[in-house]
DNA sequence: CATGAATGAGTTTTCATTCAT
DNA sequence: CATGAATGAAAACTCATTCAT
């Protein structure tokens, strides 16, 4: 199983084509691989079976969409800075991509559990970012102390994934990162001390 | 085609079962029939289709579900207490049956396109069911004026249902309905007048 | 069984409207049973199964068709113009009908052997019709000695047939009685005495 | 779609063999593929679907059967020697092969409209064939000037198709080819100048 | 006599994966 | 390394017929 080599790109790209093309459920490996200009049985001496493709499409793909963002993370910013670098590369580098946009957020969610699972894996890390981010906001005192890091980590992804989500089944027809801002105001009250305290 | 009769429920409720079981794409029609007792051949006296049966499945399910949130809703509450009872009926009512939560969160959401597009429409009431609480809290000037209706509700639904399907991928272990306070909470807080301006 | 009575009748003009009209395949049992206002069960009370009913249909029409020619062909009349009545009965009864005659000449063509069989033999009577003339013409010595019966009956057979398909499958556009003078003719001229003697 | 190779004439002969057999509506693409020793896979790597298979059989077998007796008529031979060769090839090629003869005088009969429509266009090309001995005739003068030659095609060919049917329908119990000479008398009397006239 | 709801057997087609070249 | 022809398992849907009412 060769994991690198330049088909090994060209494979994974035609995937990430071929799925946005024509759907998760129209996209046979024979089609990935006339996409990708390669033999059919040559997507087998790269990947084991098509579930380790696709996984590997989202690997990949979803590597470098967190490499990118932790980058941008190592700064000295302050929690709530931070956030809102989290949300807006998130969105730049979902409007970089339109395809890719459209694959992970309608196409891949289609797959079957044990798939999802392993997709899944890959999203810890993404998700270990925001709860950094948590982490720092009690320690710098501006988010509520003892809150429960998962509801908060749900809070802030299913805000932005919902966002997007619904972006790109509008057909990607308004400008996401200019959502940026307003969505991690209504976050950053949602996390703050300085907010509503129902218990008034 | 029936659209009524004992059976008709037989066969959705058997659905539910069968998906909740073995997975959506692991629910042929004859093992729903036989889940159901009756023959293959009767499913399609009372669907048009396997994913006419399908989308009837979430209409029937989903519909009550709404209906149960919108009779609840009826009251003269606040915006804020209306916001409270709409996450804790959510919660609460996928608390009550476990097989529907994975349907409705899991399985029914690996479908292609076209099915979710139906999917959609049956939300979009629950969806204008959110925006009403919205305008309700605009009106008693407890949420931003002016506010994206659009983000506040996606964060709303969002945040919802990234922690419903978060519970239920850990199979149910812990008490949702107990997450409805904090999660109220961090919404209104997200929402409110009285919250951090990042402008300051 | 009850084998006459007004459903039957109307159970069998239903089937030729929906056979005319849908074609043979799509002839399901319900469809006929709509059609001539009862209920599917009711068919089974007046045939034996699918195959009766189709077998009664060709039976009762083709059984009249051949009552009529039968009739004009008791006169004192020449074997040649008895062919000729032959043919311009054939000809103007498909003329009368254009629903039986897609019925009888493309539809119940569809059957598979055993049914054709028993199509056949209903047919029978009518070739029988044809041999007497046969017959006729020999003893007149209008048509050549010691012929072989079986081949003339399927050049008559064959030609008239080929003749009313062929105007059923080009949609009645154009007179077909009119075409009995010149098919007779060439019959005649092939059956002949007075013709060309190929070991001259 | 590969349309040549062994297994594209495997199949094909595979499919004659099981419809002569089994007859059309009992032969199944499996049992199709068993008789050529394909996978039921293969079928479609070489046909686009069943029907697409069912015509191709008729089209090979159908085109080989009009090119010889193209070959035969490309002699000097006069029109009524030509026909003489048409109707012999007719019938020596269909008891050159028992099985053929069965699938085309009888079971590719009981397909439905599309499907015959599509054998029509092949069987075009025979009756071509028959329209210019027709024409030829009328040049030498010897059949009958401005005769309606849709007519006399449909008697040339009823008359032989009636005939070949008859023999398969009597499990070819007689020798069909000797009914060439009286057949090719009949036509040939019903076609000549030298014949009954009616008006006399 | 009449109804019509229910039955369940039966078949085409797709496509991930293999392996001889 | 690469090819692509071949495999064969798997599932939705139809419709003639029955029988309890």
């Known amino acids: 199983m060769k994991r690198k080599g330049p088909k090994y790109e060209k494979i994974i790209d035609a995937a990430v084509n071929v799925i946005a093309e024509h759907g998760y459920h129209q996209s046979q490996v024979s089609k990935i691989a006339k996409e990708a200009g ?3 049985g040559t997507i087998y ?3 084991k079976n098509k579930e380790d493709l696709l996984v590997s499409v989202f690997n990949e793909k979803m590597g470098t969409f967190i490499e990118k963002t932790e980058n941008e993370l190592k700064s000295n910013d302050s929690a709530i800075q931070k956030l809102r670098i989290l949300v807006e590369m998130h969105f730049k580098q979902l ?3 339109f395809e890719l946009s ?3 957020q309608l196409e891949l969610r289609q797959t079957n559990r044990q798939l999802r699972a ?3 894996e890959v999203l810890k890390r993404y998700l270990d970012l ?3 981010i948590l982490k720092d906001g009690m320690q710098e005192g501006v988010f509520v102390k003892n809150m429960d890091y998962r509801l908060a980590r749900q809070m802030i992804f299913g805000t ?3 966002t997007a989500t619904n972006w790109v089944m509008n057909d990607h027809r308004y400008d996401l990162p200019a959502l940026a801002g307003p969505v991690h105001q209504m976050l950053v009250n949602g996390l ?3 907010s509503v305290n129902l218990d008034d």
Chains 1, 2, 3, 4 share one sequence.
Request: hydrophobic share 45%.
């Open 192 to 194: 703050s001390v300085r």
């Open 118 to 120: 392993k997709i899944g």
């Open 45 to 47: 001496l790269y990947f």
């Open 102 to 104: 459209i694959v992970t």
């Open 95 to 97: 409007t970089a991509d």
């Open 160 to 162: 932005i994934d919902e």
């Open 130 to 132: 925001i709860d950094s």
């Open 38 to 40: 390669v033999a059919d």
